[in-house]
């Protein structure tokens, strides 16, 4: 019944009925539009907002209060690919190129999933830890590259002549994802609470309010998305549906042995059960340019993050109540 109630609640809340108007508008051909420019500013805003505040939260703790959650962490992000891998190319039928290109997505994390998931604690007034953040940007770039090798070695090949690793690895921690979250996390870290106090009224109070717009225009994204579904086909739309819950499952056994909160169980859950639709295909683009944007970006955007959304991140929590107990 909880989960239940939880689902009925998330169903209505503002970030995802926005997110279904989105998608609304962009079913019935409305002349409804967000701008490349506002769609950058606000990602620039959450990003940001999410570094600075973690970054203050980390005032104070030592090492050794961080460091299995970040083994935890990048164990999940290393080891996802890993077997998406084999999974996609064995059970879906893809190729080598693709099954790495999708992986490399299923590996890595979405940064809007995890603001949602944040936004969820806050609802419900669970406590995550301050770290959090640290962990979006740590999980965002290994599985990745881990994703990379798997087409290199198994596919008995290399990296595309126009992009090569080096160039892989320069977007990815070039990219502005990675800037603004560790970038924000250093600021929050070095000016504390006392610094963060003097421009919270800029990214604390309307920080719900900005995710709501993302996700209205998300939803316009997705939507335009939506056709392309019927070239995922069955195998590859059961994984984009299947594996999130089972990839949380493993992330919420992790955090219980690295000793995180119920919060911070539900984000880490999260984060495994995500795929990214910023960073990774920006990479997959460099270095598999032969890989089908189809199929990794549409199961990514159209089919597990609304998944996640909606569904998820509740199941998430009801899920990590059971494992934690």
């Known amino acids: 019944m909880e989960i239940l109630h939880n689902l009925a609640s998330s169903l209505l809340s503002p970030m995802v009925l926005a997110f279904a108007l989105g998608i609304l508008a962009s079913l019935i051909k409305s002349d409804l539009k967000i701008s490349?420019?506002?769609?950058?500013?606000?990602?620039?805003?959450?990003?940001?907002?999410?570094?600075?505040?973690?970054?203050?939260?980390?005032?104070?703790?030592s090492p050794a209060q961080v460091w299995k959650p970040i083994l935890a962490a990048l164990s999940l992000s290393m080891a996802i690919p890993v077997w998406s891998y084999f999974i996609l190319k064995k059970g879906c039928a893809l190729s080598s190129v693709d099954a790495g290109a999708v992986a490399a997505h299923y590996g890595s994390?979405?940064?809007?999933t995890f603001s949602a998931a944040l936004a969820f604690l806050e609802k419900y007034q669970l406590q995550g830890e301050g770290y959090l953040p640290a962990l979006l940007a740590?999980?965002?770039?290994?599985?990745?590259?881990?994703?990379?090798?798997?087409?290199?070695?198994?596919?008995?090949?290399?990296?595309?002549?126009?992009?090569?690793?080096?160039?892989?690895?320069?977007?990815?921690?070039?990219?502005k994802g990675i800037l603004l979250l560790l970038g924000g996390l250093g600021i929050g870290l070095l000016c504390g609470h006392a610094g963060y106090e003097q421009v919270a009224p800029l990214f604390d109070a309307p920080f719900k309010g900005v995710l709501t717009l993302f996700l209205l225009a998300v939803g316009l994204l997705t939507g335009k998305r939506l056709a392309d579904l019927k070239s995922v086909g069955f195998r590859l739309g059961a994984?984009?549906?299947?594996?999130?819950?089972?990839?949380?499952?493993?992330?919420?056994?992790?955090?219980?042995?690295?000793?995180?909160?119920?919060?911070?169980?539900?984000?880490?859950?999260?984060?495994?059960?995500?795929?990214?639709?910023?960073?990774?295909?920006?990479a997959v683009r460099i270095a598999l340019p032969q890989a089908s944007p189809a199929l990794y970006f549409t199961t990514a955007l159209a089919i597990t993050f609304p998944f996640n959304i909606v569904i998820g991140i509740p199941l998430y929590n009801a899920m990590a109540k059971t494992i934690m107990a």
């Open 109 to 112: 994390v979405s940064a809007v």
């Open 36 to 61: 490349e420019e506002f769609y950058g500013a606000l990602t620039i805003y959450l990003l940001f907002a999410i570094g600075l505040k973690g970054g203050m939260k980390l005032e104070g703790m």
């Open 138 to 175: 740590i999980m965002e770039v290994p599985a990745i590259v881990v994703a990379l090798f798997m087409v290199k070695q198994f596919n008995g090949g290399t990296m595309a002549a126009a992009g090569g690793i080096q160039k892989v690895l320069h977007e990815l921690l070039t990219s």
């Open 239 to 282: 994984f984009a549906l299947i594996m999130p819950p089972i990839h949380a499952a493993i992330a919420i056994v992790l955090a219980k042995a690295a000793g995180m909160s119920l919060g911070g169980a539900t984000v880490l859950a999260t984060l495994g059960a995500s795929a990214s639709y910023i960073a990774a295909p920006a």
